[in-house]
């Protein structure tokens, strides 16, 4: 099912963020909170840094009528540099990768690709980009059709 949520980059600070989200909104997480050492080694990626490893990779929370808020730490070992205007993103879930690329390809006309739609590990079509008014946005499609 096709869903929209806001999706949160934080400066390691991503587990006390939604800690704290989750008392304010008494809810409790999706899943379990997914961390950077849970990510699968690959030759063609440089291995996570040591005091990295225990960061959040990524962390759901339902705060009110069916929104998500979603969140990850955005460490500068990996070439993150969080500031304000670049820790938000608008997440969309399309039901098709037709949509999903239909969306992303309208979105990015005058704007900027940060990340070509393509696999993932997580199983998931993903990418991102910047619209030509500066507003951030993300593409994860888990149907396969």
């Given at each position: 099912?096709?869903?929209?949520?806001?999706?949160?980059?934080?400066?390691?600070?991503?587990?006390?963020?939604?800690?704290?989200?989750?008392?304010?909104?008494?809810?409790?997480?999706?899943?379990?909170?997914?961390?950077?050492?849970?990510?699968?080694?690959?030759?063609?990626?440089?291995p996570i840094a040591e005091g990295?490893?225990?960061?959040?990779?990524?962390?759901?929370?339902?705060?009110?009528?069916?929104?998500?808020?979603?969140?990850?730490?955005?460490?500068?070992?990996?070439?993150?540099?969080?500031?304000?205007?670049?820790?938000?993103?608008?997440?969309?879930?399309?039901?098709?990768?037709?949509?999903?690329?239909?969306?992303?390809?309208?979105?990015?006309?005058?704007?900027?690709?940060?990340?070509?739609?393509?696999?993932?590990?997580?199983?998931?079509?993903?990418?991102?980009?910047?619209?030509?008014?500066?507003?951030?946005?993300?593409?994860?499609?888990?149907?396969?059709?």
């Amino acid at each position: 099912m096709a869903r929209v949520s806001t999706y949160l980059n934080f400066p390691r600070t991503t587990e006390a963020a939604f800690l704290f989200y989750q008392g304010v909104f008494k809810s409790k997480f999706s899943a379990p909170i997914a961390r950077f050492k849970d990510i699968p080694s690959n030759p063609e990626q440089p291995p996570i840094a040591e005091g990295d490893k225990n960061l959040v990779m990524h962390v759901e929370l339902p705060i009110l009528a069916g929104h998500v808020l979603m969140g990850t730490d955005a460490p500068e070992s990996m070439g993150f540099t969080v500031k304000h205007g670049n820790n938000m993103f608008i997440n969309l879930e399309p039901d098709t990768r037709t949509e999903t690329e239909r969306l992303f390809n309208a979105l990015a006309e005058g704007g900027k690709i940060e990340m070509a739609l393509q696999e993932m590990f997580w199983g998931a079509y993903f990418g991102s980009l910047v619209d030509r008014f500066g507003v951030q946005w993300m593409f994860n499609c888990t149907n396969k059709k």
